[in-house]
Structures are given as C-alpha cells and as structure tokens.
C-alpha cells in the first residue's frame, strides 16, 4: 500500500476527529462545556472561570455537565461572551454554598461534601 493514500486516510480522520471534538457553540450564541475529567461521587464537577455576572470573580462551584458559561477565556486566551445559567450550587471555592446564580466553566474538579478538591488536595 502507498504512503500516500495511507496520508491522506489519516489526514481525513484527524480531520473528522477534530470537528466530532470541538467545543459546541450553538446558534443562540451559548457555549456548551464538553464533558472533562473523571466524575466525582455524585455526578457533578467544579468549574472555575472569571465571570461578568457575579462581578468578575474567580470561583469554583459544583455543577452539572453542560452547564452554560457567560464571560469566559478561551484556549487561545481570547475572551467569549455567553448565556449566563445557574448551576447546582453548594460548593465553592471556598468551601461554601453561595445560594446566587453563577456562571461556570471548565476548571478544578469537586468532591460532594461542600468543599473544593483542590484546595484539599492542596492543604494536605
């Protein structure tokens, strides 16, 4: 078998590949988290980002999949506006259930006690 068509097959994979893993911007202009990492016990992960909706913070909360983020860094450092959403609130990045509407996106994983896995990891 030639190299080249050999090439080419590969190229198209990667091609294919690359489009099946993109990260899903859909048509009402929201961003949709792909799934990262492992799971923690009870479903959920802790994103962190720097928000427009909660005054610019920087902070973790325990979520679901797909949650939608508002203003976010990209991978290429670019900043994207999107859909702010409420997650499943009760874990910070402090360790605390805030109660507010947060906007989420990829970051540090949670346990499911209330407390954030890295700071954890990171006392210990």
Not at 51 to 70: F, K, P
Request: hydrophobic share 35%; glycine share 10%.
């Amino acid at each position: 078998m030639s190299k080249i068509p050999f090439a080419i097959i590969v190229f198209c994979f990667i091609i294919v590949f690359c489009f099946i893993s993109r990260e899903e911007i859909r048509a009402d202009n929201t961003y949709v988290l792909p799934a990262q990492g492992p799971h923690v016990p009870n479903g959920r992960k802790c994103y962190t980002c720097f928000l427009s909706c909660n005054g610019g913070e920087r902070i973790g909360e325990c979520v679901d999949d797909n949650t939608l983020c508002s203003t976010f860094y990209d991978k290429l450092g670019r900043i994207m506006s999107r859909l702010c959403k409420s997650g499943t609130l009760g874990c910070n990045a402090f360790g605390t259930g805030t109660g507010q509407k947060q906007c989420l996106c990829s970051g540090d994983l949670c346990n499911n006690d209330g407390v954030d896995a890295a700071a954890v990891a990171a006392s210990s």
